[in-house]
């Protein structure tokens, strides 16, 4: 997955461990809420 804020390699990695790379390459104005909203 390619944005603007970066590249995340999704490939053989968790659930979690995915929804981690697409919040580290999201907007940064969105991330804290999308790290608050992961059920962890």
Known sequence: MVTE???AD???KSTVERARALIA???PDFRREL???MPL
């Open 5 to 7: 804020f970066g590249v």
């Open 10 to 12: 999704l490939k053989y």
């Open 25 to 27: 390459i999201a907007h």
């Open 35 to 37: 790290e608050r909203q």
